[in-house]
Nanobody, 123 residues
Framework: QVQLVESGGGLVQAGGSLTLSCAAS????????MGWFRQAPGKEREFVAA????????YDADSVKGRFTISRDNAKNTVYLQMDSLKPEDTAVYYC????????????????WGQGTQVTVSS
């Protein structure tokens, strides 16, 4: 079983950058595809980005394409979300999630979730 802990959230001005990390416990991290999702106040949770268990192939939501980059370091049991050119509409609680092997955009296909980290972008 893998447990997930996000970090790196905070307050940043529009146009700034943040890097979120999601550290996974357990010895089978490399068997899990990882996803980032976010939920803004009053809105449903939405897909942000995902990466297959072995890395390489990634998926990004249209709203963050070209600004956010997902990556992973299986040796460190960590997945990252580099967020650049942040906008106020990126304000949300960001969650990482895990599922076996193949990344998807569908949150209901992820089995394991972290507790979330708050990202606030001021205008």
């Amino acid at each position: 079983q893998v447990q997930l802990v996000e970090s790196g959230g905070g307050l940043v001005q529009a146009g700034g950058s943040l890097t979120l990390s999601c550290a996974a416990s357990g010895r089978t991290f490399s068997n899990y595809a990882m996803g980032w999702f976010r939920q803004a106040p009053g809105k449903e949770r939405e897909f942000v980005a995902a990466i297959h268990s072995g890395g390489g192939t990634t998926y990004d939501a249209d709203s963050v394409k070209g600004r956010f980059t997902i990556s992973r370091d299986n040796a460190k049991n960590t997945v990252y979300l580099q967020m650049d050119s942040l906008k106020p509409e990126d304000t949300a609680v960001y969650y990482c999630a895990a599922r076996r092997y193949v990344a998807t955009r569908n949150e209901y296909e992820y089995d394991l979730w972290g507790q979330g980290t708050q990202v606030t972008v001021s205008s």
